[in-house]
C-alpha cells in the first residue's frame, strides 16, 4: 500500500517537472502568440485534472493535485531563475502562484475525481471544468487586445 502511494506521489512530481520545464522552455523559445500558449494556466490545469482522476478516494485525488501543481510552481521558477539569471529569492509572484496552486489544485482535483466517481449529474458538470478554463482564458486575451476593446 505505502508502495503505491509512493508511485502516485513519483507521478505527480514527475508531470510537475515536465509541465514546468516546458513552460520555460516555450516562453523562452516560442515565437508571439505559442508564447502565450506556453504560459498559459488552463495548460497546467490539464494534467491537474487528469491526475486527479487516477484516485479513488477524494483525499487523494486533491492532494495529487496540489502537489502536482506546486512541482509545477516550483520547477518553472527554478528553472526561471537560472535561465534569466535573476537569484533565487521568493518575490511576489512565486507565493501568488503557490497560493494559486494550492486553491487551483483543491479545485481540479476535485474535479477531476468527480468526473470519474461522481453522479451522472456531477460527471458532466465536472468535465465543462477544462473547457471553461480555456475558455475564461481566450475572453480574457481577446477583452486586453486593444484591437478588440471596443467589444469589451
Known amino acids: 500500500m505505502m508502495e503505491k502511494r509512493l508511485n502516485y506521489v513519483i ?6 517537472i515536465i509541465v514546468g520545464l516546458l513552460t520555460v522552455v516555450g516562453q523562452k523559445f516560442l515565437p508571439g502568440s505559442f508564447n502565450s500558449f ?3 494556466g ?16 477524494r483525499k487523494q485525488a486533491i492532494f495529487f493535485s496540489v502537489i502536482y501543481l506546486l512541482v509545477c510552481v516550483e520547477t518553472y521558477y527554478t528553472f526561471y531563475k537560472l535561465s534569466w ?7 511576489f509572484h512565486e ?10 489544485g483543491y479545485i ?5 475525481y468527480l468526473a470519474k466517481n461522481g453522479s451522472d449529474r456531477m460527471r458532466v458538470i465536472c468535465m465543462t471544468m ?6 475564461a482564458e481566450g475572453l480574457s486575451y481577446l477583452v486586453h487586445f486593444k484591437e478588440y476593446s471596443h467589444m469589451a
Open 38 to 40: 506556453a504560459n498559459s
Open 108 to 112: 481540479f482535483g476535485l474535479g477531476g
Open 11 to 16: 507521478y505527480a512530481i514527475i508531470w510537475g
Open 85 to 91: 539569471k535573476t537569484g533565487f529569492m521568493f518575490d
Open 42 to 57: 488552463s495548460v497546467w490545469l490539464i494534467p491537474a485534472f487528469y491526475v486527479s482522476r487516477r484516485y479513488y478516494q
Open 95 to 104: 507565493i501568488t502562484w503557490i497560493l494559486c496552486a494550492i486553491i487551483f
Open 130 to 135: 477544462l473547457p471553461a478554463t480555456f475558455l
